[in-house]
């Protein structure tokens, strides 16, 4: 094998030890809780906003159904006082008296109508906006306690990854500085290992790069015949031969 190789061999194994330390964090199944709870927060609280909004618009019903009863029960005194005002004899100016207050009831049993209708309406609202605000305080604590969670698991790894940090720091000084170049870019893709081997089958004919399986070109083998070490034509890792 390349003699350069072997610093960035020795770095791989200790970067993929780093490299798990930070799966652990990042693909934790807390992770997954913490979104979910964000997210059935956020619905809960855009449930209380529409909640809001459908209150609003019942106040604005019921403060104009307030204003057209007092006008109406005005008219209906009005049409009252008129009523006792009127001669017992005058039929056709009592009969349309009778008629205008007859109207003005039918308008009221309306209204009672659609009253009642807006009762059972409101009565919902209010539920559903009660229900909302509890679930999102819920889902609040729940967020909350998993981020705690997530939180004093990464400060428990933290000394591990600070201290393979520094060893990498250390390790990097020694190592060729085109090959570390290439290592980053390929690790930078989630590509571990980044080096890896070249086997040779066929008694030499072909060379398989044994991160992504695949067999080499004619050129590239040439090249790893050559110089000991080239990039996969296909996965671009760093091969070599043993
Ligand atoms: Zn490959």
Redesign the pocket.
């Known amino acids: 094998m390349v003699e350069k190789l072997q610093k960035m061999l020795d770095y791989q194994k200790v970067d993929i030890e780093l490299r798990r330390a930070l799966d652990e964090i990042e693909r934790n199944e807390l992770n997954r809780k913490k979104e979910q709870a964000r997210q059935a927060f956020s619905d809960a609280k855009n449930s209380v906003l529409e909640t809001e909004k459908t209150a609003e618009s019942i106040i604005a019903f019921y403060n104009n159904a307030q204003k057209y009863y007092d006008e109406n029960i005005k008219k209906f005194e009005e049409l009252e006082r008129k009523l006792a005002a009127t001669d017992e004899n005058d039929d056709a100016a009592r009969r349309e008296i009778l008629s205008q207050m007859e109207t003005l009831r039918d308008k009221m049993s309306e209204l009672e109508r659609k009253l009642s209708e807006k009762k059972s309406k409101s009565d919902e609202v209010i539920h559903g906006y009660l229900e909302a605000q509890e679930k999102g305080k819920k889902m609040r604590d729940i967020y909350n306690s998993v981020k705690q969670k997530l939180e004093a698991f990464k400060e428990e790894k933290m000394p591990k990854i600070n201290e393979l940090n520094g060893k990498l720091g250390e390790m990097e000084k020694g190592i060729d500085k085109t090959v570390f170049e290439a290592y980053k870019s390929i690790t930078a893709e989630r590509k571990y290992p980044a080096v890896?081997a070249a086997r040779s089958f066929d008694g030499g004919k072909s060379y398989t790069?044994s991160?992504?399986?695949?067999a080499?070109s004619q050129k590239v083998k040439d090249e790893l015949l050559e110089k000991g070490v080239c990039r996969?034509d296909?996965?671009?890792?760093i091969?070599y031969t043993e």
């Open positions: 890896v790069c991160g992504c399986g695949l080499t996969c296909n996965c671009r890792r091969i």
